[in-house]
């Protein structure tokens, strides 16, 4: 099979493997510093090796801008983040700004400002409305869209071919045939890449969910365990028992394994967009696909991720500081760049259109506004997501319906 991306290809130099770095700050509770600046605290994620550097060009950019006000950076892998942050709000430091996923538990805890308190009109009416929907909770929109981005089947060319398998599956049976072929090649390969660890198990867990017809809920309830996801579950546990996986899928991250696809050792695995600039920056030559998501019964599926900015409410002092901060981030010569290097999807009105020419994004963004989202807005999400990490993983020995029944009581705990 010839290279062919029916999803589109990004070309990026960026690399998507998670990396540490940190540069810790001490909490959000002073306004200013001995110099009378106003400090900013800001904790984000890293996406990639890229990501200090680009916070690091922006704080300086910003910085300058805005000699009264300093921002200083912490930067924690997706893995650590959330103990992280849980850490500093107990403790009374919740930094003045966080890049994060979950966000609808802290809204109803009142530690969020509303959106529209710390960004211009400008800059709020600049956000694409089906992001800003996904921010809200009871109609006010607590964090900011920061990135989006879409999943897909990326498909090793060769390995298909040499197990006998003719073009990429596009339903669980054919997916299951598949797998299991390339994995009988041999030689520590491995049909398909399950990342059920704690990195991203409830991506993972909601391609299989999701594409057989269930869902995790909405804003107003949490649903893992609806019957409805039991089909995806068990087909999880088919696949693995089959050998269509890598080994121990219940402790293996999505990053490391993406690196071992990347290698041209594994014959598919659901990846991001960035996943195309890893694959350009390690191994150029890497004969690959990109495509659909296979479901149940082969209709059309696409998981969406969005991230957020939102503002803690430290210290009022602060809030004029945190709203230049985001009216300065957001606009699209500083936000474009970002968002190009990191690989991902803008989730402004003039982002997508400083990129509408660009061929390799456009059907990324042409499937974006129908995916399914995490129902981020729910209070709970933030309980379910941790549950996910923590008990998914769990799904390779234990009955299926168990470990839903479980992170269903774990997410009702709150």
Sequence with gaps: M???HRFGAIALAAAATLTLASCGFGGGSSGGDASGKTTLNLLVPSYSDNTQGLWEDVISGFEKANPDIAVELEVQSWDNL??????KIQGGEAPDIYNGGPFAGFAADDLLYPAKDV???DTYSDFQDAFLANAEVDGTAYALPL??????????????????????PTNWDELLDAATKVSALGGGVAGYGMPLGSEEAQAEAAV???GGGGSFGDASEITVDDPANLPGAEQIKKMIDAGATQADPGST???PLMDIFVQGKIGMQVGLPPTVGQIAENNPELDYSIVPIPTKDGSAFTLGVMDQLMAFKNDDSKKDAITKFFDYYYSADVYVPWVQTEGFLPVTKSGAEALSGEEALKPFLDVLPDAQFYPSTNPKWSATDGAFK??????????AQDVLTEIQAQ???G
């Design 253 to 255: 991250n999505r990053s």
């Design 390 to 399: 923590s008990l998914f993983g769990q799904i390779q020995t234990k009955p």
């Design 82 to 87: 959330e103990s992280v942050i849980a850490t």
């Design 208 to 210: 299989w969910l999701w």
């Design 411 to 413: 997410a009702d705990a």
């Design 2 to 4: 010839k290279k062919s």
């Design 147 to 168: 990135i989006a981005s879409a999943r897909a089947l990326f498909v090793n060319n060769a390995l298909l071919e040499q197990a006998g398998v003719a073009a990429p």
């Design 119 to 121: 960004v211009s009109s």
